[in-house]
């Protein structure tokens, strides 16, 4: 059981539609996937939540409802054949990192139960939030979603970046100078060595799956997108394996 936390670097930048488009991956590939909501926002839900990608209302009972009730079962929502899916909930709750920490690993130890899980991808919204900020003491890997723009060249070396975190390029567009430009300085950078090789390119199908409320990698798996995702797939299964390899 290998645990992903998904971040973005700053604002939305997809980490629902990844996080949604991983999971289907890994279980189109022979996994078995779950994919955790593990974003909140209390002020204003989401009209982008991973909720949309599985075509459930927004208030649909999810996990952190079922701690603060807690409840004795977990209700994982089969979205296909070894692909499960499991909502944050419409609870209202606040809490700080020591309380997400506490939550977080209440439910690991839930989700641990159900031993045929081999990859579970959470969402854990925007790096250095509450939520996420615990959830990457509790990962075995962090895989951090930047866009090459301008702007992302302060953001990023104000940023900490883990021994097991590894960054990668979102809404990449390859004729763009700039953006180029941005890849550039970023791989030569200090933590070049953080960064995947897979950048996932800019894609309207990506869009389009929103409208028909299904993850990329369902809705068109032929679609440039996809094909990147399932190269990060791949990239996170290597990593899994020689983390595996290191610990014997």
Known sequence: MYWICLQGLSGFIGT????????????????NSLCVDGYHDYLAKRSSSTNILYNLESNTKGWFDNLCCQDSELNLLKFADKCYYLPFGNSAEHYDEKKALEYIRQLKAKI???????????DAGVKNSVFASAMEK?????ITLMEAEGNCISIFEEQEIKNNEYLVLNKFVLNSTVMNEVEMMIRNSDYGRNFLKTSIKYDE????S???QM???????ISVASNDIERL???????SSNTDESEK
């Not at 629902?16 to 996994?31: H, M, Q, T, V």
């Not at 993850?215 to 798996?221: D, I, N, Q, S």
């Open 215 to 221: 993850p990329v990698t369902r809705y068109m798996p």
């Open 233 to 239: 797939m791949f990239d996170i299964v290597f990593i």
């Open 138 to 142: 509790e990962s075995d890997v962090i």
């Open 16 to 31: 629902s539609s990844i996080a949604s488009a991983l999971g289907y991956s890994f279980s189109k590939n022979g996994w």
């Open 112 to 122: 641990s139960q159900y031993s045929k899980l081999d990859y579970i991808i959470v």
């Open 210 to 212: 929103f409208l028909h």
């Open 205 to 208: 199908s990506v869009m389009q």
